[in-house]
């Protein structure tokens, strides 16, 4: 559980999908899920990345004031992270750090093992540097939105899946939050993608989630889903 207070600095971090699509689209998402009072945050579709702190985002939910920064980069792997692990992160000093990244791993051939190491060494190089940073993990949103009856998803996300068990038991070695993505998404596509199709219904490419406003949107957008996925691993303090 990742615990939100006044003047927090709170950093999303990891590839295209955190750069533009989940924590700070439009409309839904994880911010709006915080607090339903929340307006959407203007000017942070992709490309996400907060050059300088003084460009961080400020924002309000609950009568809280949250600095949001966001240094997720478009085609990141986890070695990109991690090389990039003080600029990315520690430089920031976040109270709290978000990394969803890994999908590139599989897709570039890098494997999961190399994800799951990275993140191990990133996780370890934050908690080295800013011992007091809350760090939640996300697995691997989708690989493709093919599912076979069990329900499990279908041929080929082997890898994608060894990576979701190898961040679940990380968070808890290092006492980390797991953000469970891939579980909650598959029970999402056994009901509303009932044919298994391997694109379309969740994201436009198998890959990255649908944003409100894309085409082909659908209701409610994946973003949201996303969004209430990863709400109840946050609680908001005063």
Known sequence: MITLHRNMRVLFTGDSITESRVWFNP??????????????IPNKVGPGFVAADSAAVTTKARGQSFYLINT????NQTAD?????????????PDVCIIECGVND???GAGSAAAIANMTSIVQAVQAALPACQIGITGIVIFGEA?????????????????????????????CTYIPFRPKVLQWEVANNPTGA????????????KNPGFSGATTPAPTVVLGAIAAPNFRVTA
């Not at 997720?72 to 085609?75: A, E, I, L």
């Not at 076979?148 to 979701?164: C, E, I, Y």
């Open 27 to 40: 409309v839904g998402g994880l911010v709006d899920q915080l607090s339903g009072a929340l307006g959407p």
């Open 72 to 75: 997720g980069v478009n085609g």
């Open 81 to 93: 992270l991690l090389a990039g692990v003080q600029s990315r992160i520690i430089a920031f000093a």
């Open 106 to 108: 599989i897709n570039g």
């Open 147 to 175: 599912w076979v009856p069990g329900p499990a998803w279908g041929p080929g996300n082997g890898p994608a899946d060894a990576v979701d068990a190898g961040y679940q038991a990380l968070c808890a070695a290092k006492s």
């Open 198 to 209: 391997n694109v379309g219904f969740f994201t436009t490419d198998g890959i990255h989630p």
